[in-house]
């Protein structure tokens, strides 16, 4: 007897589903894949990447992690990179927050929460850097809302200074990083104004946050 009967069901209608609309979709997807964006987003189940933008598979490289975070020594995250640049040639690297985020809920309080505080450490590191910003919103739920975009424009900064970017910049691949939230609330994305393709775009960034 199959584990968890009804997720294989799902799983045929959904694969019959895409045949009757796009039937040479799964031939064409064992082919390759061929995506010219990465999304860098939250491990959240209720942030599906795909769906969000409304693209199959196949069509969205995708890393996710707890609170959308590209840390410098994570080399899970580095090796997705790594290979969406260097091999796949992606275009666009997508850093998606999104509000209700509760890795940033969790780095805001002060109690502590075991292992993953280690991890939630780097969004702290954020916090701090914008503290006198953040203290000046009193309403707290806006103040978490502004952190998720905090962050995930630090995390924009962040995927741009890594040598896989900086490396594709200077042998003339382009790259555009950009920088959204979403919404959980309307299922909406915000374009936080954040794009960089290029180092000097990246150094005017550094200097405006």
Same mark, same amino acid.
């Given at each position: 007897?199959?584990?968890? =009967?009804?997720?294989?069901?799902?799983?045929?209608?959904?694969?019959?589903?895409?045949?009757?609309?796009?039937?040479?979709?799964?031939?064409?997807?064992?082919?390759?894949?061929?995506?010219?964006?990465?999304?860098?987003?939250?491990?959240?189940?209720?942030? =599906?990447?795909?769906?969000?933008?409304?693209?199959?598979?196949?069509?969205?490289?995708? @890393?996710?992690?707890?609170?959308?975070?590209?840390?410098?020594?994570?080399?899970?995250?580095?090796?997705?990179?790594?290979?969406?640049?260097?091999?796949?040639?992606?275009?666009?690297?997508?850093?998606?927050?999104?509000?209700?985020?509760?890795?940033?809920?969790?780095?805001?309080?002060?109690? =502590? @929460?075991?292992?993953?505080?280690?991890?939630?450490?780097?969004?702290?590191?954020?916090?701090?850097?914008?503290?006198?910003?953040?203290?000046?919103?009193?309403?707290?739920?806006?103040?978490?809302?502004?952190?998720?975009?905090?962050?995930?424009?630090?995390?924009?900064?962040?995927?741009?200074?890594?040598?896989?970017?900086?490396?594709?910049?200077?042998?003339?691949?382009?790259?555009?990083?950009?920088?959204?939230?979403?919404?959980?609330?309307?299922?909406?994305?915000?374009?936080?104004?954040?794009?960089?393709?290029?180092?000097?775009?990246?150094?005017?960034?550094?200097?405006?946050?």
């Amino acid at each position: 007897m199959k584990a968890l =009967p009804h997720l294989f069901e799902s799983n045929k209608k959904w694969a019959s589903k895409i045949r009757a609309s796009h039937p040479e979709f799964f031939s064409r997807l064992v082919e390759q894949q061929a995506p010219e964006y990465l999304w860098i987003g939250c491990s959240d189940s209720r942030v =599906p990447a795909n769906e969000i933008v409304g693209l199959l598979p196949g069509e969205l490289f995708v @890393h996710r992690n707890l609170a959308n975070l590209l840390i410098h020594t994570d080399m899970n995250c580095l090796s997705v990179l790594q290979y969406a640049v260097d091999i796949l040639k992606i275009r666009h690297v997508i850093v998606c927050g999104h509000y209700g985020c509760g890795g940033i809920k969790a780095a805001m309080d002060n109690t =502590p @929460h075991g292992l993953v505080d280690n991890w939630l450490r780097h969004v702290r590191d954020i916090q701090q850097r914008h503290q006198a910003k953040l203290e000046a919103i009193r309403n707290k739920s806006e103040r978490l809302r502004r952190l998720c975009e905090l962050n995930a424009v630090e995390q924009v900064i962040n995927v741009g200074n890594t040598t896989i970017i900086q490396d594709a910049w200077g042998r003339g691949q382009k790259i555009a990083i950009h920088g959204w939230i979403y919404d959980i609330a309307d299922g909406l994305l915000k374009d936080l104004s954040v794009c960089i393709t290029s180092l000097k775009e990246l150094n005017i960034l550094q200097e405006k946050r």
